[in-house]
């Protein structure tokens, strides 16, 4: 898959970058655009090393019944609607969107990664950058980043804090992505 095909939505190249710069988001909260400007780096810097993937990385583990790439790209997905949806907006999540139907599949307390759906790379992309898109759209039209909102009447949480906890996980689980596809090419190599 070329690389051209999927970049953080803002559009940054990092084989093109001299200048590293984060400039806020538009959003009505500077704080917030600031944060989503992150968010987007964060992507950007995993995303970079795609360019000779192909589509049977979407279900290769590196230890069976563990993380695949598809599994972790629909993770991605479903915590941003998770948090932005529900918890920070209170609105409902698509059940038929299927980042939320995988990770409703998805043991994580077992760590039980299930088959993603055998789709091409660039229609896990397309739906990244569909999520994303709306994380983006959603979050730039807050006002006060240091809301506080409630999960299920136990624990509260600012807002700036969830779009913090967005970024470490995007963080997160792109490092078990550009791994799992290292780990792929090198069985690819072996097994050539």
């Not at 051209?4 to 984060?22: I, K, Q, S, V």
């Amino acid at each position: 898959m070329r690389l051209d095909t999927f970049l953080a939505p803002t559009g940054y190249d990092w084989r093109t970058m001299d200048h590293y710069r984060l400039e806020p988001l538009p959003a009505k909260s500077p704080e917030i655009g600031l944060l989503l400007s992150v968010l987007e780096d964060s992507t950007r810097e995993w995303t970079g090393d795609f360019d000779d993937a192909t589509d049977d990385l979407v279900n290769f583990r590196a230890v069976d019944g563990e993380h695949c790439f598809g599994g972790v790209m629909l993770h991605i997905m479903a915590a941003e609607r998770y948090w932005v949806d529900s918890v920070i907006l209170n609105i409902a999540i698509d059940k038929a969107d299927p980042a939320m139907v995988y990770d409703n599949l998805l043991d994580q307390n077992e760590n039980d990664w299930p088959d993603a759906p055998t789709e091409s790379l660039e229609w896990y992309f397309d739906l990244f950058k569909k999520h994303r898109a709306r994380t983006i759209e959603l979050l730039s039209e807050i006002e006060d980043a240091h809301k506080i909102v409630q999960k299920h009447d136990r624990s509260d949480y600012s807002i700036s804090w969830i779009i913090g906890h967005l970024i470490q996980h995007d963080s997160y689980h792109g490092g078990q992505i550009v791994m799992l596809n290292q780990f792929h090419k090198k069985v690819k190599k072996l097994n050539s």
